[in-house]
């Protein structure tokens, strides 16, 4: 294998999605770049998952564990990557064919970066494209003074649009999982994004499916934004602060990041009502992902949306 190369491990976590997971399978096999080895962690499937990872057994390498949610899937998986960098991939999505030879070329380019991602675009069970290229903003460079004084704000990448280098990540591993049991991604790039600098490529490079039972995306991406998924965003927020700051306290480090500074969980807060109008607007005039301008368009749409219910939300 070439030295231009490297070895890449694709970790598929996945739970009782039998029936998608050889689309995610078979967007890694078909990739152009070579150097790759699969790892799918089933995390307790009661399904056919068994019986679809099987038709792979020469191809994949299959760990099995109880069901502990997406942050002990990681726990298990990673420890296992003997690749450089780590794709994830949540096993109802896939990728495009040239993902993988793409994002190596983007990490040699910057070898700065533990953190690595790309856009994704949100397609319904046949394939039919549901929204434009999604983050609207990307984050690049060091990000560490921005995510202080904002509370951790930022639009946090999905899953399956994740790079992340091996030597950064396991000096986190393992991580606190969510209490929820999902969301575990958010607590990795917050901890790659606050020891490394970050590296995006504008690109849609995945496909995230929305089918209807999505572990996370059910709730959040439908047009009714119920109160349970509102005080859902809200723990997510407040668990992933915890999580990333005990993480760091094992290392030697304090971080104090205040979550009342944090943009979602203020907004969510707000339309809850447990949250004044002031309050959210320093949240928000905080968040240096957006430009002033957009900071004052959020501003409105969150208004907006406390006073007449769900609307699409800015750039």
């Known amino acids: 294998m070439a030295l231009d190369q490297p070895l890449?491990?694709?970790?598929?976590n996945t739970y009782n999605y039998g029936r998608y997971l050889p689309l995610a399978i078979n967007s890694v096999l078909n990739q152009t770049y070579e150097?790759?080895?699969i790892i799918v962690v089933d995390d307790g499937s009661t399904d056919d998952t068994s019986q679809v990872l099987e038709r792979y057994r020469d191809r994949v390498r299959v760990i099995r564990t109880e069901n502990g949610g997406q942050g002990h899937a990681f726990n298990v998986g990673i420890p296992a990557a003997r690749g450089e960098l780590i794709m994830l991939l949540d096993a109802d999505d896939l990728w495009t064919r040239d993902k993988v030879a793409r994002m190596v070329e983007l990490a040699a380019h910057h070898p700065e970066a533990g953190l690595l991602y790309h856009r994704f675009i949100n397609v319904d069970a046949y394939g039919n494209q549901l929204s434009e290229p999604l983050p609207h903003i990307l984050i690049e460079g060091d990000y560490r003074k921005n995510?202080?004084?904002s509370g951790g704000s930022y639009w946090a990448p999905v899953t399956s649009v994740l790079t992340l280098r091996t030597a950064v990540v396991r000096k986190f591993a393992p991580i606190f999982a969510y209490a929820v049991r999902e969301g575990a991604d958010t607590v990795l790039t917050d901890y790659c994004m606050m020891q490394t600098k970050v590296a995006a490529s504008p690109d849609a490079l995945a496909m995230r499916v929305l089918h209807g039972k999505n572990l996370y995306a059910t709730g959040r991406d439908s047009e009714v934004r119920t109160r349970a998924t509102r005080e859902s965003d809200v723990r997510r927020v407040e668990w992933r602060n915890f999580a990333v700051?005990?993480?760091?306290?094992?290392?030697g480090r304090n971080l104090r990041v205040s979550v009342d500074r944090n943009e979602w969980r203020m907004i969510n807060l707000y339309w809850l009502g447990k949250a004044s109008f002031w309050k959210l607007a320093r949240a928000i005039l905080l968040c240096r992902e957006h430009d002033l301008r957009s900071r004052i368009n959020r501003l409105k749409w969150a208004r907006r949306v406390r006073r007449h219910g769900y609307a699409d939300e800015p750039r």
Request: hydrophobic share 50%; proline share 0%; no cysteine.
């Open 8 to 12: 890449v491990t694709a970790l598929i």
């Open 35 to 37: 150097n790759i080895e």
């Open 147 to 149: 995510y202080m004084r």
């Open 245 to 251: 700051r005990t993480a760091f306290i094992r290392t």
